[in-house]
């Protein structure tokens, strides 16, 4: 079992619509999490990270589930300039590990 | 305060050459690391060093190697090019080994 997994997708939405990523991570004693956004060819950005009660920046939201080791991203109100690979991205001894990434191609 | 920077952006290798892609930051980060990338797969770590002389081996060592002589400059050296390293390849550097990692903006090596 890979240590994070994602939904590679890709995900095809209309502008405005509202999309959810999820990503289960299998080691339970993970303390931080993040979501990084990736370009095309690009180098990975953090978007967000991940609180246990859960954050909201804007049109973004994300959720931990640490019972079930999940963790969501929300984006509302889907822009063009939202398309981009998200990178679900948790910490496994000492180190950060990230999942392959869920593609997202927002369409006028 | 240029961050974290790679070079070169480009590189076409032969097989058994060798060459070494440079990364520098200049964010006083004690924690560096490489990792590759293959077209449609996530982020894999090649070597890490928590600090000036200290490195240690990531997922994917092999075929690679590493120094870290500064806090800023943390090379990675290809000896004997193959094409299995064919990928781009991503510096990073962090305060903390579990806070926000900055990225280089990647060197792609092609290797025929």
């Known amino acids: 079992r890979k240590e994070v997994e994602q939904d590679p997708g890709p995900f095809n939405v209309p502008e405005g619509a509202t999309v959810a990523f999820n990503c289960t991570y299998s080691n339970s004693a993970s303390q931080s999490f993040f979501w990084y956004r990736q370009d095309c060819r690009k180098e990975p950005k953090l978007l967000m990270s991940v609180y246990s009660s859960g954050n909201e920046d804007g049109r973004f939201t994300a959720q931990l589930n640490r019972a079930s080791q999940y963790i969501s991203l929300l984006i509302r109100d889907s822009k063009l300039s939202d398309s981009a690979t998200y990178l679900c991205?948790?910490?496994?001894?000492?180190?950060?590990?990230f999942g392959q990434g869920t593609e997202l191609s927002v369409k006028p | 305060n240029a961050g974290v920077t790679q070079t070169p952006k480009f590189r076409i290798l032969k097989i058994g050459q060798s060459m070494t892609l440079q990364c520098a930051q200049d964010?006083?980060?004690?924690?560096m690391y490489w990792y590759r990338q293959d077209p449609g797969m996530g982020l894999k770590l090649i070597y890490y060093?928590?600090?000036?002389?200290?490195?240690d081996k990531g997922e994917v060592p092999n075929g690679y190697n590493v120094s870290r002589s500064t806090t800023e400059d943390f090379p990675l050296r290809l000896e004997l090019a193959a094409p299995s390293q064919t990928s781009v390849y991503f510096c990073?550097?962090?305060?903390?080994?579990?806070?926000?990692?900055?990225f280089g903006p990647g060197t792609r090596l092609t290797v025929l």
């Open positions: 990073a550097s962090s305060q903390g080994t579990t806070d926000t990692q900055y």
């Open positions: 964010m006083n980060h004690n924690y």
């Open positions: 991205v948790v910490t496994s001894a000492g180190k950060l590990i």
């Open positions: 060093s928590v600090g000036a002389g200290i490195t």
